[in-house]
Nanobody, 115 residues
Framework: QVHLVESGGGLVEPGGSLTLSCKPS????????VGWYRQVPGKERELVAH???????EYADSVQGRFNISRDNAENTVHLQMNSLRPEDTAVYYC?????????WGQGTQVTVSS
């Protein structure tokens, strides 16, 4: 069974920064893609950013230029650096790791952007 350990959520003022981290059990290179999704009550979970095994990254239009996803091979961890945070970034953020036929989700971490 794969487990994803998330960390880094919290409360931040508009314009501030936070970094989320996702550490899977087992080597991160066994996953074809690892990414972050977010969800607010009443809405569907949406992709924020993900990074493929090749290192290719993709971002939602709403976070392009503000967020950066990266992989730390030594720490076996994927980081999501979130800058210039806005109130509309408030959500529960979930890490997702995919293999060819299976997907795994973290427990979620709350990010609140408010003054």
């Amino acid at each position: 069974q794969v487990h994803l350990v998330e960390s880094g959520g919290g409360l931040v003022e508009p314009g501030g920064s936070l970094t989320l981290s996702c550490k899977p059990s087992g080597s991160i290179f066994t996953f074809t893609v690892v990414g972050w999704y977010r969800q607010v009550p009443g809405k569907e979970r949406e992709l924020v950013a993900h990074i493929f095994n090749s290192g290719t990254t993709e971002y939602a239009d709403s976070v392009q230029g503000r967020f950066n996803i990266s992989r730390d091979n030594a720490e076996n961890t994927v980081h999501l650096q979130m800058n210039s945070l806005r109130p509309e970034d408030t959500a529960v953020y979930y890490c997702k790791a995919q293999k060819l036929v299976s997907s795994y989700w973290g427990q979620g971490t709350q990010v609140t952007v408010s003054s």
